[in-house]
């Protein structure tokens, strides 16, 4: 599986987060308590299948036609069903695939088959979450948890700067003073240029400019501190198209000044395009013999109606300053030579005649916008035309030059290329200046859906030992769930138990002869019990408990205690096993245990009334002392 890992960014700097959520790594936990819970269990199904078995033996030591186990056979029964080790299974496999032994019975083989089965599932188990485990990794992602606040993220246009719109009067008249002849923007508010500037710069700690797919709008600064939170807001922007003008216009062939001197023929009118006044110009002549006077000046103009203004007193050049929206804009910029030649871009051959015509419209936006704390970047939901009003009191700073300047000095490096690119840039930085003087005329407002982001460690996990894993423990669990309903249905006949002969002695007891039967295919402590019966005369009840632990006499040195080692047998030969020691004091060696009275227990039929078995000798053993 290719894990997915999401990457903080951001502009400048990376993306701080408040708060962080760190989780465990379910899965695996899930896997290793699996892997756990599989060898656990594996034990406790051994188990319940020995009652299986028990039932099948118990019928077959019933029925004489039925094939029965060899001494062999039951004690590697008893220890596969009892241990369900590597080794116990391995050892059976080894003798059940002699090509020279005695028959097994079927339910031999069952158990065998079974007990394998479980072995390998509980280990395969065991080996898919270790794969799990070297295959899985983490990662931190972020996410967004809503929160409650008043933050006062968003940006709308502050009607207290300019006062209501008045179409008697200029768009935002209160800042706009005449001093002499001449209308001045922000006369005695020196504190618009300086926020303007800072704005364009991108060096206001309260309001920046954003780029986004060809539109600059207005957001919040670092010092709103809003970088681990993510939210929705309202702002204004501004779009700016563009179209190159001069190749529209009528310009003065001059072949022998271009051929010597490469360079650009002047403009002499752009009548055919619509602009009779462009270039713009206020003294001066263009000669034939290319020699060009005129004092064209670079500005930014506005086109309402019929009318062009800006090139005085702003919008007070217009009979009405209210525009619509777009706001058809004309720009007029022009370098001398030598200014263009002192541009710090290496390699670039500049013109001889160096300027810029283009139409631009402007169009203002009402803007929802979003912020991506993750990606730390901003996204435009929706945008809608400002009013004409709006837009005419947003376009004003520009009719006023104050962006010219800005607009000549940054567009010189891109002035060879009058087209895509210089033009290209003209709508950017038009646009840009266009809102970083439009900031000062707004006021901050709330924001609507915040959130702040918490970190969570997530857990990627390999594919294949995944659904292997899973697979495994479906095959695991409908194993379990047989092996229990076929113990739950197992033969469950009983003893009948005298009350003299049980614990208690007050009341008859029936013991399950299964339960009893198969402690004898999972432990070997009733065979122990038979072999050395003790010394208390009961062993013909502890015959029949179900515990293997109480099926066995435990005695002090003065009943013997079982050795290990070399004795003489019935013959004079040397034999190794088990041998009786009494006190250490009086130790006899080479002494070898009698089974007869255990075979004849083994081979005695008792009869069959009904569902229990009567041990008849159970009474008249019950009348010895204990």
């Not at 670092?222 to 529209?248: H, I, Y």
């Not at 003209?426 to 901050?444: N, R, V």
Request: a neutral charge.
């Amino acid at each position: 599986m290719a894990p997915c890992i999401s990457r903080f960014s951001g502009r400048g700097q990376g993306l701080r987060l408040s708060t962080a959520e760190r989780a465990t790594l379910r899965i695996l936990l899930f896997s290793a308590l699996a892997s756990h819970l599989a060898s656990v269990t594996s034990t406790i199904l051994v188990t319940l299948l020995a009652f299986r078995a028990a039932t099948q033996w118990l019928r077959a030591s019933d029925n004489p036609d039925h094939a029965n186990l060899t001494p062999i056979q039951y004690g590697l029964l008893v220890r596969t069903l009892g241990s369900g080790s590597l080794m116990s299974i391995l050892n059976t496999i080894r003798y059940t695939s002699r090509s020279r032994r005695a028959s097994a019975p079927r339910f031999f083989k069952e158990a065998v088959v079974a007990v394998t089965g479980i072995y390998l599932l509980s280990h395969v188990v065991g080996l898919l979450d270790l794969w799990l485990h070297s295959r899985a990794r983490s990662t931190s992602v972020a996410r967004a948890v809503p929160i409650e606040s008043d933050a006062l993220y968003g940006i709308a246009y502050n009607e207290a700067r300019c006062g209501p719109f008045n179409k008697t009067a200029l768009p935002c008249q209160e800042l706009i003073r005449t001093v002499g002849n001449e209308s001045i923007w922000g006369y005695l508010s020196p504190w618009i240029y300086l926020e303007s500037y800072d704005t364009i710069s991108d060096v206001n700690p309260y309001k920046t400019l954003e780029y986004i797919n060809g539109t600059a709008i207005l957001v919040p600064g670092p010092a709103k501190n809003f970088k681990s939170q993510g939210f929705t807001f309202n702002t204004q922007g501004l779009r700016v198209e563009c179209e190159p003008l001069r190749d529209q216009c009528d310009r003065l062939p001059m072949p022998l000044i271009e051929f010597f001197t490469p360079g650009a023929t002047p403009v002499t009118n752009c009548s055919k395009a619509g602009y009779p006044r462009i270039p713009y110009y206020t003294s001066g002549v263009l000669k034939e013999s290319g020699r060009d006077t005129r004092n064209i000046q670079s500005l930014v103009m506005g086109i309402i109606g019929d009318e062009m203004g800006g090139m005085f007193n702003g919008t007070a050049d217009f009979s009405s300053g209210w525009t619509s929206n777009p706001a058809s804009t004309v720009v007029q910029l022009r370098w001398d030579a030598a200014a263009a030649r002192n541009t710090p871009t290496p390699g670039v051959m500049y013109l001889n005649y160096l300027d810029l015509y283009a139409t631009c419209n402007m169009t203002y936006l009402d803007i929802v916008a979003q912020y991506d704390p993750i990606d730390a970047n901003w996204i435009i939901l929706e945008e809608d035309l400002s009013s004409p009003e709006l837009a005419s009191v947003l376009w004003t700073p520009m009719l006023f030059q104050l962006g010219t300047e800005n607009l000549f000095n940054a567009l010189r490096p891109y002035i060879t290329n009058r087209g895509g690119e210089a033009i290209g840039m003209l709508e950017l930085l038009m646009a840009k200046y266009g809102m970083g003087f439009a900031a000062p005329l707004t006021t901050f407002v709330a924001a609507s859906n915040l959130t702040t982001t918490q970190l969570v460690t997530l857990g990627l996990y390999p594919t294949t030992p995944t659904l292997l894993l899973v697979s495994c423990l479906y095959i695991y669990s409908i194993v379990a769930l047989i092996i229990f309903v076929l113990a739950c249905t197992s033969n469950n006949r009983m003893i009948f138990v005298p009350r003299h002969l049980t614990s208690e002695g007050q009341q008859d007891e029936e013991r399950a002869a299964l339960d009893v039967a198969q402690s004898w295919l999972t432990d070997p402590l009733p065979f122990i019990g038979a072999i050395f019966p003790g010394r208390d005369g009961r062993q013909v009840t502890r015959s029949v408990e179900g515990d293997p632990i109480r099926q066995v006499y435990d005695s002090d040195w003065d009943s013997g205690r079982v050795g290990i080692g070399l004795y003489r047998g019935s013959k004079g030969e040397m034999l190794f096993g088990l041998t009786s020691q009494s006190h250490p004091r009086s130790r006899r060696h080479a002494r070898l245990f009698s089974m007869t009275d255990e075979e004849s227990a083994l081979q005695e039929k008792v009869p069959i009334h009904g569902s229990a078995l009567v041990v008849r000798s159970l009474a008249v053993i019950g009348k010895a002392e204990p």
